[in-house]
């Protein structure tokens, strides 16, 4: 009887049919192919992984970064839901998590400020009943308030008078010292909106407004009156020093005035937590009284931790900068002693992400605003080495653009060489060019937006993307689709509604970029991933819940977050570190490792063929390693027509002490399974071999 080797295509191919997948894969799960010398691909076990950090996160994890200190300690931001933590090393082997996440507190009060004329001018007492402000709060004052000459509109930084009161600093729009004209008592006023039934056009009366016509009018609290709902952005006409025109989207039902959010004022405070007081060590209070040479700690913000459907995490030297996707922009540091995110009071107060500039370092933040009311389409950035000032101004390179094309931005990165901007259309370059225009903008691709926020990364200098219907990378000449051969795989079953919760997954361990995404049927969830092995340039792809994700870092291995079988609650694990995946009780369990091949068509023609003996070739283990154990699954499945439910044969257990199994199939397609569900073991197939003849005439 003849002889036969079959040497399998690497990459998995699931556009064709099976039958037309002749030596190629169709199914996988959990696998990877290594390149050989002869350019095929070595298919093989993915890849285990370990816990990390022991303890469960309480919300879905969706943003990680690793980086380390000046004193070369290592950290890892975690960006969930509903809390922003990070790990910080106790010893080599273990780390705590201490919760950094920023707190809030609204506040809808009468209005009442005071101001003074003179050399002190621009300060401003601000009344609030029990707001117990503290020299670490900000406030956004979001509905604008005309007082002594003065429109103070934005955020500010606070100093403590008392628990009812505190006070800012008036500043103009270049953030200038801005001074009273005039001396008030606990009053001001808020912008009054004039409707006339039947009519779209308002008159606004805010004294000294400083909006000149063309210019826009932003509302932040929404306003009802007249039969029309202010909110958003109106374009400035007819204006005088105390009134101006607004142009309604819809007419009036009725005459009549009303003051913006019913005449009260309303504050945003970002609720920060000072660092220990200075003094306060040891023999300076009560005995008892504080850690020794500690002292007593700043009392704990009063605010509401924020929750975020996403994060944007990025460093800024040893200093973490992040932002909550529609959020401000807040710092941290651990040499601080600051125990949560504190708002940078001079950034844009509404941002749908961030990112850090290099080599130059500058904050960069994308869909961003310059009235509280967020731009879709805008960039801004901070100056060159400092990221509290954001005002352009001659003496510095803060800085904005606005993207003129497309929607919205999608996501930025920092590229090798220059700053990545994709709109759900197209991306651009962001080239540092220095002063006086500091960036440069240029459109290189159309038709290849970003499907997600999450969803780009740069590995290996070349920077790779999903968009929409297609992947992408960014070679020498410009953006090029990547042939996908799982393309059904993945876009025929994406849930369309959590686009969002795309997350992409670099390894340059092994040249791989992975996409992890939400299946039409999981509860809006990540649940399956596909993959791209940019050597081979072949794919595979599985089921495995990933929604955060870095590349190899200072902390070694890729790390991942996700649910753990077993566990109700989001883990942080590190990949490539084990044999075996693990469960919520930090347990070695089986990864399910397996591919499935197309059908081969053993004789052309309607000749029948027998397979009597089927010789495996397999790697059993690691290299060196005494043990050699893995024992994998062989199952054939047999059919006469393509579209036929196929019988199965097997499964046979193969080890490294298997010659041959006997399987004794006869037909004309036969399809090969190779599974293991075994833990603390690995393989890597070779060249099989089978014995066959032909055996009749269908």
Partial sequence: ?????????PGVDQNKTPALNEAGISESNLIRFIPDRNGLGLVQKLGGWTQFYPNPI??????????????????????????????????????????????????????????????????????????????????????QVSVGGLILFGVYQCYAVSANQFQIYARDKLGNLE??????????SLAQFATTSGSASVTVTLNNHGYVDGGFFPVLVATTVGGITFSGVYEVFNATTNTFTITANNTATATTTGYMNGG????????????????????????????????????????????????????WGETLLSCPAGGAIYYWSPTSGNPIGVIIPNAPPVNDGMFVAMPQRQA???????????????????????????????ENQAGSYRIPKGSKIVSCIQGPQQGLVWTDLSVWAMQYIGYPDVYGFNEIGTGCGLISRKA?????????????????RLAGSGPEPIPCPVWDVIFQDLDTDNLDKIRIAPNSRFGEISWFYPTVGNGGEISHYVKYNIYLNSWDFGTLQRTAWIN???????????????????????????????????????????????????????????????????????????????????????????????????????????????????????????????????????????????????
């Fill in 1 to 9: 009887m003849p002889h036969a080797s079959l040497k399998l295509v």
């Fill in 456 to 472: 780009c990364a740069s590995m290996n200098g070349v920077v790779y993307w999903m968009s929409q219907s297609q992947f992408f």
């Fill in 58 to 143: 309480e919300s879905p994890v969706r943003a990680l970064h690793a980086w380390q200190g000046l004193s070369t300690d290592t950290y890892l931001a975690i960006g969930a839901e509903e809390s922003l933590s990070v790990l910080t090393p106790v010893t080599s082997t273990t780390r705590n998590r201490k919760d950094i996440t920023p707190q809030t507190t609204d506040s809808t009060t009468s209005v009442s400020f005071t101001t003074t004329t003179g050399a002190n001018g621009y300060i401003v007492n601000v009344d609030d009943t029990a707001s117990n402000i503290d020299n670490y709060d900000s406030v956004w004052i979001k509905t």
């Fill in 552 to 698: 190899q870092s200072v902390l070694g291995p890729p790390i991942g977050a996700g649910l753990l079988p077993g566990g109700a609650d989001p883990f942080i694990v590190q990949h490539e570190t084990s044999t075996n995946a693990v469960n919520a009780g930090n347990e070695s369990v089986a990864m399910n490792s397996y591919f499935q091949t197309g059908y081969f068509q053993l004789q052309d023609g309607d000749l029948l063929t027998f397979i009597d003996q089927w010789w495996p070739d397999a790697k059993w283990g690691y290299y060196g390693s005494q043990d050699q154990g893995a024992e994998l699954l062989l199952t054939f499945y047999v059919t006469q027509y393509a579209g036929d439910t196929p019988i199965a044969y097997g499964p046979f257990t193969l080890t490294e002490a298997t010659q041959y199994v006997t399987p004794r199939l006869r037909g004309r397609l036969v399809s090969m399974k190779i599974e293991s569900n075994d833990i603390n073991t690995f393989w890597r197939i070779g060249n099989m071999r089978y014995r066959w003849q032909p055996d009749g005439k269908f």
């Fill in 179 to 188: 001074y009273a004209t005039s001396a008030v008592a606990a009053g001001g």
């Fill in 364 to 394: 960069i933040a994308w869909g961003s605003t310059f009235d509280g009311v967020q731009d879709p389409l805008l960039i801004r950035w901070s100056d060159v080495g400092n990221f509290n000032q954001w005002i352009g101004l001659v």
């Fill in 264 to 315: 009260n004022a309303q504050f945003t405070y970002f609720n920060g937590v000072g660092p220990l007081a200075g003094g306060t060590g040891y023999g300076v209070l009560g005995y008892g009284r504080g850690g020794y040479g500690t002292g007593t700690p700043q009392p704990a913000g009063t605010g509401t931790p924020i929750t975020a459907t996403d994060w944007s995490l990025d460093n």
